[in-house]
């Protein structure tokens, strides 16, 4: 899989033979340029777009935003860190279990990481 590609929207579209037009249709936006946009990657799917999507071209949404998903990935592991940080020293249990849990998914994003290479 290609993670330079912010979306495989195009290439799934052009395999299918649909138009922007008609896929826009499909997706239940007004005009085409807002699918242009989405394959330019110059515009974020919305939550409903991005699972229409998946149910039209019945894949996944980390194959088709694989670029999103990297970026929201990095992001994700930057605020843990972050917040992981800002929490050491606060001795309390709610904490350590805020930091536990902070652990678990800085080490699921490690693995996720690897197996994405």
Do not use: W
């Not at 290609?2 to 997706?27: H, M, V, W």
């Not at 309390?92 to 490690?110: P, V």
Request: hydrophobic share 40%; charged share 30%; with cysteine.
């Amino acid at each position: 899989m290609n993670y330079d590609l912010k979306s495989c929207i195009r290439p799934l579209r052009r395999r299918f033979g649909f138009t922007q037009k008609e896929i826009a249709f499909l997706i239940g936006v007004k005009c085409r340029t807002a699918i242009s946009r989405l394959e330019g990657a110059k515009r974020k799917p919305s939550l409903e777009a991005a699972f229409i999507f998946a149910l039209l071209f019945d894949t996944t949404l980390s194959e088709l935003f694989p670029g999103l998903l990297s970026e929201l990935h990095e992001v994700t592991v930057r605020r843990a860190n972050g917040l992981y940080e800002e929490l050491q020293g606060n001795p309390s249990n709610t904490t350590q279990f805020k930091l536990d849990f902070l652990e678990r998914l800085l080490e699921r994003a490690e693995r996720h990481m690897f197996r994405a290479v």
